[in-house]
């Protein structure tokens, strides 16, 4: 099956955007880990409806006139990963959970570690907010854009208090 892709500028960097027929299937970081997320053969396809669709949500979000994406998704993982990824479009703009709270949330109060590994295999990242999850302590951790992106990202929806010095 072919997949189709756009690349497009972003304030954290190039991203490039990967659709099916069925909705958006991943948001590639410039510097992610090859083999993060596993993908199909790519067409470059600018026009694609859903890659156009997701770009103009993603400058809205970008421009702070948009606090939720209607683009639909196409999300390709194991039923665990999957329980994970829409946990995390629950969690409303501006705020955040822990790895803890998503793994109560899909009902595996101990599988906080494995939430996480499903956090970072998330192919979704700032529609599916990954960005949003956080140490129990309160503390950022990793993410597929890297640090400072996550710290944008947080900075962007009101959260400039999780990183100030």
């Known amino acids: 099956m072919t997949q189709f892709t756009k690349t497009i500028a972003s304030p954290v960097g190039p991203l490039k955007l990967v659709a099916s027929d069925k909705g958006l299937v991943a ?6 880990r090859p083999g993060r997320v596993k993908l199909a053969e790519l067409e470059e396809a600018p026009d694609h409806p859903v890659l156009l669709h997701a770009e103009r949500e993603l400058g809205e979000y970008f421009a702070g006139d948009r606090t939720s994406f209607s683009v639909p998704l ?8 999957k ?24 009902g595996r109060p101990t599988a906080f570690r494995a939430v996480g590994a499903a956090n970072g295999q998330n192919p979704l990242s700032i529609i599916a907010p990954c960005h949003r999850v956080i140490g129990g302590d ?9 640090l400072p992106a996550k710290q944008y990202l947080l900075a962007l929806e009101g959260h400039r208090d999780l990183f100030a010095a």
Not at 27 to 32: A, C, E, G, L
Not at 93 to 98: A, K, L, V, Y
């Open 138 to 146: 309160g503390s950022l951790t990793g993410f597929g854009g890297g």
């Open 74 to 81: 196409d999300m390709v993982g194991t039923d665990f990963q």
């Open 83 to 106: 329980a994970v990824w829409n946990a995390l479009l629950t969690i409303p703009f501006g705020e955040t959970r822990s790895y803890g709270e998503i793994a109560r949330q899909v």
């Open 27 to 32: 948001i590639i970081w410039h510097d992610d």
